[in-house]
């Protein structure tokens, strides 16, 4: 990123001329330029970060503090009050900054924090231990803005963007993100000092209550952090010289003393003074203001400078960050990122400590926990630097690899010997070494996933993944297992055994099975009457992720929900005198006995509901005989669903053609090595993803890449035909074949001139997911009836999509369907109560499908194959 400043216009009397008279002139400056200008003298003077010592101090000192104080009610309190002083000084230090200046905001606020430490370690009570760190707490959350901006207000700004230099910015991280673990190393290594040089490095029992004679180690602790802070306060002082910055002065009208800072700056590190008073007379007359006279202007007002500050709180400003729902979107994902960074923050440093006591009673003492505590805090700064360091050097990503499997090797063997604090220290260490350095492979030079707690780096595997690069990394240099789990079969992990890195813990289990409820037992699916019932006990259990993807529809939803309305506009004509006493349900479909005339339909990610996935559902057909599509993206692999199937069980399987048609004919071939499975359904009702927005609304702030379906339908062929797709299909199996998602009786007639190489259509809008204000499967399905009927003489019709009903099964086999297909309704089944959840929706009796008498409609109660061609038993006339 370029940046610029101002230079004297060169001309021929250029170096003659007074400096006064010389005007302005806006450069480029490169990166390099500008450390070289900028790098020391405005930097050193912050590295001394002692409120960050204050900041971590409470978490190091609070395990004692309980037994310390009198009148504590929770410890905790004392960290509430810190964070209230935080955020009252973060809101006002950097107003008054603007009034008495940046540098003695900024040492004042260190002086506070070293004057209150020490006025801490000696409260007499938890009361007056609070209120101090709240004090505390003011100058550390004015701290960091202030000397945000003194630091920020000298680095050189571009023209148009005015944003700082990111090459600045982006070196002094690294320092920044070590700085937390050095600071925590100091705190806890001084206090594992101080128990030292006390004599107690055993058991170690603090007093109940204070005694002045004899000060605690905590008490010594918050001494020695007062103490440095008060030292560096002087440091700041008397060894480096702290420039005031040029806006504040210039802001007092004092505009000599703002070109000297400047100037100051750069005499430091050795270059040549940028800045005149001319220069800023210069701009003065551009932006038609007043010149400066003998280096100074008038100042701003105090008032006008409080108003200044208020402005930045009108709704203006926040209304900008909503002008868009995208922006929109973006502001409150940065929001909750935050607020999580702010919750987190003083969990984790006050959890630590208290943690490390309480690990292993047995034995413990105050003595070990800093100990560890300050042992483990150095270790972790290995992580990030090594990671930042050591990739861009000669040993390249493969040597830091095997480094990484080298200290996996150490972690496991340290985690097999957890049984007391020194294997549960060199646990803990090595954590803290490979989860930084993980975290750190999170672009697409190197990507890094964790895998049920496995270290992969598939950066190969960016350009071929079918969801897109975007997929992988958004979850890169971290645990992505919850991401992975559900919508994988679990055999992909074959697929990437060559990138295995090394193991980062021995006892991690999939993130998925701890976040999936075990819901049988804690729904009764019995008592869930209808359809609905289960929809909506469902809805209450699965993850947002999960409901998204099975409610979503195209568009509108006009489709998804008119194929559920149609049924209510077809009427039934019962017949009376009917022995209703015996119905029999089974039927058969291409020439297979099934229990019922109800088939599941091919459903992908039934394991986003629950982790028994399509092998769940296939236990619950299996109760009643019903037969199953396997879904072509399945989260559980066709050998998978089928390998506990009862013999007499018939199966199905969903084909969407790749444009790698070799992956196809691969899956293909395993299908027809499966007995189990009898056929093949082509799916033609979704070429390419529908625009489903409650699936694309619920991913798009955590996965930029788009929603589930969106990657399930990438690398899908969208440009099958009638000769070249089923004559290529007829070679690579020889399974019965059929057709899945025709919408209209010509498509429907055409279909039936490839008998018998076609067995059967599926009628289907692909549950109104893929084109919105596509017919229902019942319209198609009286247009066949009414163009063509010839059709149900040469192939099988089933349909699928909107049954919610056994009405509404009972009125498609009259009009002449073979079968009748559910989908949503298996998965609501799955979610709310597993696998009894989806026999609650099969089941019989008393069945929810075949309820309400239907079988008397029937005018014979022999079989379900009886209903063929029992139209005159519907009244159709609302259609």
Known sequence: MDTTHLEKKHSQAGDDASPDKAAGNVIALDDNEAEQFYGSSTTHAYRLKSELFASQGIGSVQPPIEQELSGIVHVSYSSIAYYIGLILGASCWGISSDLIGRRPAFNGTVLIAGIFLCAAAGSMNFVAFSALWAVIGTAAGGNVPVGSMMFLEFIPMRSVSLQPNAHLITNGSQPSISSHGIDRMVESGSIDCLLGCMGVPGQFQLPNERDSGNLSPSRYTLITLGAMSLVFTLIRLLAFKLPETPRYLLSQGRDQDAVEAVNYVA???????????????????????????????????????????????????????????????????????????????PLYFNFLPSYLETKFTDGSSLYLTYRNYCITSAVGIVGPISAAVGVNTTLGRRYMMGISSIVTAVFLFAYVGVNNSTASLAFSCVTSILANFVAHHNKES?????????????????????????????????????DFDPIHPPETMDSIQSALIGSLSLNEKSSCAT??????????????????????????????????????????????????????????????????????????????????????????????????????????????????????????????????????????????????????????????????????????????????????????QSNPAGSVSAQLFAGTDPSL?????????????????ILKGLQTHEDVAIAAQYTPLVRAVILSNHGGRSLDTAPPAVHTLLEVRKYCPHVFKKMEVWVDGGIRRGTDVVKA??????????????????????????????????????????WSYANTPSSSSSFAGRDKDLSTQAL
């Open 267 to 345: 005499r430091q590190n050795g270059r040549p003074e940028p800045l005149t008073i001319g220069m800023l007379r210069e701009i003065d007359i551009r932006l038609g203001t007043t010149p400066s006279e003998d280096g100074a202007h008038a100042r701003i007002s105090t008032k006008d400078m409080i108003a200044e500050n208020m402005r930045t709180f009108k709704g203006e400003h926040y209304r900008a960050l909503f002008a868009t729902s995208k922006l929109s979107r973006h502001t409150i994902i940065i929001w909750v990122i935050w607020l999580t960074i702010g919750i987190g923050y």
């Open 446 to 482: 190197s990507c890094w996933v964790v895998l049920y707690g496995k270290v992969y780096d598939v950066t190969q595997f960016l350009s071929s993944h079918p969801g897109g690069s975007q997929a992988i990394l958004r979850v890169s240099g971290r645990d992505a297992t919850d």
């Open 515 to 700: 976040q999936t409820k075990d819901i049988v037992g804690e729904i009764d699916v019995n008592t869930l009457l209808n359809l609905d019932e289960i929809e909506k006990a469902a809805t209450n259990v699965i993850s947002k992720k999960a409901w998204a993807y099975y409610y979503s529809a195209a568009d509108d939803k006009i489709t998804k929900d008119f194929n559920t309305q149609v049924y209510r506009s077809l009427l039934l004509r019962p017949r009376v005198f009917v022995d209703c006493r015996k119905c029999d349900v089974e039927t058969e479909v291409l020439g297979w006995k099934v229990g019922l005339p109800i088939y599941v339909s091919p459903t992908a990610m039934a394991r986003l509901g629950h982790p028994s996935g399509e092998a769940g559902i296939a236990e619950a057909c299996g109760a009643f005989g019903a037969l199953q599509i396997i879904a072509n993206n399945s989260s559980l692999s066709p050998e998978q669903v089928v390998a506990k199937a009862l013999p007499t069980q018939v199966f199905g399987w969903q084909l969407y053609v790749q444009l790698d048609r070799r992956a196809s004919e691969a899956m293909l071939a395993r299908v027809n090595r499966l007995d189990a499975v009898k056929f093949v359904v082509l799916t033609l009702d979704a070429p390419v993803s529908g625009k489903r927005e409650d699936d694309e609304r619920i991913n798009v």
């Open 721 to 737: 035909t009638w000769n070249e797709t089923l004559e290529w299909l007829s070679r690579h199996t020889k399974k019965p074949i």
């Open 813 to 854: 086999l009259c009009l002449g369907a073979k079968a009748v297909g559910i989908g949503r309704p298996a998965l609501w089944g799955l979610g709310a109560g597993g696998v009894q959840g989806v026999e609650r929706t099969l089941q019989s009796p008393p069945p929810i499908l075949f309820c309400d008498c239907l």
